[in-house]
Structures are given as structure tokens and as C-alpha cells.
């Protein structure tokens, strides 16, 4: 049903920005990725490399697949 059923009062809650979305700003949003790279043992700044290791997890994934 798209609507309420007849007779019952509408229920319209006044607008609340923000309420889903975090407000960080960028400074914010760099401290919180450079915390997570020095957690996750990467380097400072990204290489661009991706997860190509031959011998890691996707070498074996690869050899068990194919």
C-alpha cells in the first residue's frame, strides 16, 4: 500500500540533516586512513599495487581454481 489507510492523521517528521552521514571534515578523514594503513602495516602513502603475490592468498586461490 502506498498510502495510510483512510482516516489516519499524517505523520511528517521535520527534516534532521546529517542524521545517517558523519560530518568529518578532509583533515579528519586523512588521520583516520593514515591510522588505518599504519594498522593494516602498509606504507604512508598508497603504491598502487595490488594484491598480485603469486606465492600469498591469491597465488593459491589461482592454482586451486584453475
Known amino acids: 500500500m502506498d498510502e495510510a489507510p483512510e482516516g489516519v492523521p499524517p505523520f511528517d517528521l521535520p527534516a534532521q540533516e ?3 552521514a558523519p560530518d568529518y571534515a ?3 578523514i ?3 586512513a593514515r591510522k588505518l ?3 593494516a602495516g602498509l606504507p604512508d602513502e598508497p603504491t598502487g599495487v595490488v594484491a ?3 606465492n600469498g ?3 593459491k586461490v589461482k592454482k ?3
Open 37 to 39: 594503513r599504519d594498522q
Open 64 to 66: 586451486a581454481v584453475g
Open 57 to 59: 592468498i591469491v597465488g
Open 26 to 28: 578532509p583533515e579528519e
Open 18 to 20: 546529517g542524521v545517517f
Open 30 to 32: 586523512a588521520e583516520i
Open 52 to 54: 598480485n603475490d603469486t
